[in-house]
């Protein structure tokens, strides 16, 4: 009886904590809606309020015509699902083999793929530009699209490797014994359990790369191919002053795809990231 008391207190805290920490998740992105539907006198106001009172969308249609926002929209659309496609694609076969054959150099090759996700960009920018300027794909697409294949791609196989731990080997020894082969017992047998593991890892690779500026600012020039994160910093002037309004609309529409492919495919999401932490 004794243990049950003292579980309810610690639920307690736990739900507490996982509240504030909602809470500090959410207050940004409340912030930021709020602020997209003030007009500017509301903005500049001193003591600023939650609710916006005189409701706005000015904001947005400012945003619109200043700055070239669904094109830039499309760029990052494209490089999004390119890379998460390709992550994906690249990484399911890979994981596959890192799960199945064990050894030494699985292993290492394992741990690699963890420690390179602690690399700061800074040290990979110059290794890449130049690689892409032999390669003619500096201020390309297909550049950035490689670029975030790249760095989209550790996580991805240690994923996806736990991912495919899960799996009892029998269902494959069981397609082998009626003489399917590797692949065929990889795509048909394999890849249908290993859906929400897909899912989540296309996901996290679309995100990374739809959200992603630093590559984008450097290896991108040209106005037309230009992504969102980096065309809305132009709403800031040459003196670090913001064009609050617009760029809080701006941004709340930048915000909208994750939010929705969030919401559609919640659950596979959870099942797949869970499965594949747990398994790794």
Same mark, same amino acid.
């Not at 399911?92 to 394992?110: E, G």
């Not at 529409?253 to 099942?271: D, M, W, Y």
């Given at each position: 009886?004794? =243990?049950?008391?003292?579980?309810?207190?610690?639920?307690?805290?736990?739900?507490?904590?996982?509240?504030?920490?909602?809470?500090? /998740?959410?207050?940004?992105?409340?912030?930021?809606?709020?602020?997209?539907?003030?007009?500017?006198?509301?903005?500049?106001?001193?003591?600023?309020?939650?609710?916006?009172?005189?409701?706005? /969308?000015?904001?947005?249609?400012?945003?619109?015509?200043?700055?070239?926002?669904?094109?830039?929209?499309?760029?990052?659309?494209?490089? =999004?699902? =390119?890379?998460?496609?390709?992550?994906?694609?690249?990484?399911?076969?890979?994981?596959?083999?890192? =799960?199945?054959?064990?050894?030494?150099?699985?292993?290492?090759?394992?741990?690699?793929?963890?420690?390179? %996700?602690?690399?700061?960009?800074?040290?990979?920018?110059?290794?890449?530009?130049?690689?892409?300027?032999? @390669?003619? *794909?500096?201020?390309?697409?297909?550049?950035?699209? /490689?670029?975030?294949?790249?760095?989209?791609?550790?996580?991805?196989?240690?994923?996806?490797?736990?991912?495919?731990?899960?799996?009892?080997?029998?269902?494959?020894?069981?397609?082998?014994?009626?003489?399917?082969?590797?692949?065929?017992? *990889?795509?048909?047998?394999?890849?249908? /359990?290993?859906?929400?593991?897909?899912?989540?890892?296309?996901?996290?690779?679309?995100?990374?790369?739809?959200?992603?500026?630093?590559?984008?600012?450097?290896? @991108?020039?040209?106005?037309?191919? %230009?992504?969102?994160?980096?065309?809305?910093?132009?709403?800031?002037?040459?003196?670090?002053?913001?064009?609050?309004?617009?760029?809080?609309?701006?941004?709340?529409?930048?915000?909208?795809?994750?939010?929705?492919?969030?919401?559609?495919?919640?659950?596979?999401?959870?099942?797949?990231?869970?499965?594949?932490?747990?398994?790794?």
């Amino acid at each position: 009886m004794s =243990a049950f008391r003292g579980r309810g207190p610690a639920r307690a805290g736990q739900y507490a904590a996982l509240l504030a920490y909602l809470a500090f /998740l959410v207050f940004p992105f409340l912030w930021l809606v709020s602020a997209a539907f003030k007009p500017a006198r509301e903005l500049g106001a001193p003591h600023p309020t939650w609710i916006p009172q005189d409701p706005t /969308l000015d904001n947005f249609r400012q945003a619109l015509e200043e700055q070239p926002l669904l094109r830039a929209a499309g760029n990052s659309l494209i490089a =999004a699902v =390119a890379a998460a496609l390709l992550a994906v694609a690249v990484a399911t076969p890979l994981a596959y083999v890192l =799960a199945r054959h064990r050894s030494r150099l699985t292993a290492a090759a394992t741990g690699w793929v963890v420690v390179s %996700q602690a690399f700061p960009l800074v040290l990979l920018i110059i290794p890449l530009f130049l690689i892409l300027k032999n @390669l003619h *794909l500096v201020d390309t697409r297909t550049g950035l699209v /490689l670029v975030y294949l790249v760095w989209s791609l550790p996580f991805a196989l240690w994923m996806l490797t736990g991912y495919v731990r899960a799996v009892p080997r029998e269902l494959e020894e069981a397609a082998a014994v009626d003489g399917a082969g590797r692949l065929r017992t *990889l795509v048909s047998v394999t890849a249908p /359990l290993l859906a929400p593991g897909l899912v989540a890892t296309a996901l996290f690779a679309f995100v990374t790369a739809w959200n992603e500026f630093f590559f984008a600012l450097v290896l @991108l020039k040209s106005p037309e191919n %230009q992504t969102l994160p980096v065309v809305l910093t132009h709403f800031l002037g040459a003196e670090g002053a913001a064009d609050l309004g617009p760029l809080a609309a701006a941004a709340f529409l930048a915000t909208l795809p994750s939010l929705v492919v969030f919401a559609v495919i919640q659950r596979k999401i959870t099942g797949g990231m869970a499965a594949g932490a747990v398994k790794a």
